[in-house]
């Protein structure tokens, strides 16, 4: 599942690419009106497919910035602005291209869910093998209330403090520290890939009580997470699965990953074990972490 960093990674390939650009037509996938049909809302959320591409027809793309994890575009029609937001899910990926034909891979060009048509004659793609990616167009967020519950940006200088309020609160001090990282209403754009990672580089066992770790270890914990993650940003994000930036290429962070999906710790070379916290797999090492 895409992460923040490559969230990050497709916000800035994507921008100067399609920021300045009038959208002539928009067409969704069979596969989506089908769902609507059924009364399902595969990827387009709210709105009924044809709205929805009547509504994009003629909007141009005034911004294109990141969220947490959400992908946020700011559209204008008429002298009227609004919002389009998108999360990738599972298998979300963007292309711009001048044809279908220029997307290499197959497994993208088979699922192409949403077309754009640009009136500078290129075609802007969201491809979503799983399905679990999402559209919502909206006038601003406060139409979508769970966009405003989002913890600061992770690198904003009000996020250490918001996170260490957070773990006070009896809601997350008898959880554990990994279920607590992740919720992206503690800190945001935090996921399986870069909790682990933190955890491991500060040494804390991924199930122990957030209120039984030192205010010190929550700082550097905090820390770690913010380094790992624009570490990641720099290196355009981990392919773990079929996460690709908007050039189909992969990004290079999961030659750096030290504990998530290892076998073995770097550091002690015991073995790692593995434990569902969350309702996500956790990797740690039973020795390096407390
Ligand atoms: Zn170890």
Same mark, same amino acid.
């Given at each position: #599942? /895409? ?10 390939? &994507? ?9 002539? !037509? ?6 989506? $009106? ?28 005034? !911004?294109?910035? *990141? !969220?947490?994890?959400?992908?946020? #575009? ?15 899910? #599972?298998?979300? +990926? ?27 004659? %290129?075609? &802007? ?5 799983? *399905?679990?990616?999402?559209? *919502? ?15 600061? %940006?992770?690198?904003?200088?009000? +996020?250490?403090? $918001? ?48 209120? *039984? ?21 720099? #290196? ?7 996460? !690709?930036?908007?050039?189909?290429? +992969? ?14 710790? /770097? ?24």
């Amino acid at each position: #599942m /895409p992460e923040l960093p490559e969230v990050e990674g497709v916000v800035r390939a &994507l921008s100067p690419k399609i920021v300045g650009k009038v959208i002539s !037509r928009a067409s969704l996938s069979e596969t989506i $009106y089908q769902s609507h049909q059924l009364g399902k809302q595969c990827i387009v959320k709210n709105m009924e497919p044809a709205a929805f591409e009547m509504a994009l027809s003629g909007m141009e793309i005034k !911004r294109v910035h *990141r !969220r947490a994890k959400y992908i946020f #575009m700011d559209l204008e029609k008429d002298g009227n602005p609004f919002l389009l937001v998108n999360h990738l899910g #599972m298998t979300g +990926a963007w292309f711009v291209v001048q044809k279908e034909e220029d997307i290499l891979e197959e497994k993208f060009k088979k699922h192409i869910h949403a077309r754009f048509s640009l009136t500078t004659g %290129e075609l &802007l793609i969201f491809s979503d093998i799983r *399905r679990f990616g999402e559209f *919502r167009l909206l006038h601003t967020i406060d139409e979508h209330p769970p966009l405003l519950q989002i913890a600061p %940006e992770p690198f904003n200088q009000n +996020a250490l403090n $918001y996170f260490l309020a957070k773990c006070e609160l009896p809601k997350y001090a008898n959880k554990p520290i990994k279920e607590v990282i992740m919720d992206g209403q503690v800190i945001s754009g935090c996921g399986n890939i870069y909790a682990t990672e933190a955890l491991f580089h500060v040494g804390i066992h991924p199930a122990r009580k957030t209120g *039984r770790i030192s205010k010190e270890r929550k700082i550097a914990l905090f820390e770690a997470i913010q380094k790992v993650l624009l570490e990641s940003i720099e #290196m355009g994000g981990s392919t773990i699965s079929d996460y !690709r930036n908007i050039n189909g290429e +992969a990004g290079g962070m999961q030659h750096r990953l030290k504990m998530y999906g290892k076998k073995i710790c /770097p550091n002690c070379s015991a073995n790692t074990k593995t434990m569902t916290i969350g309702g996500r797999t956790s990797v740690y090492c039973p020795k390096c972490q407390h």
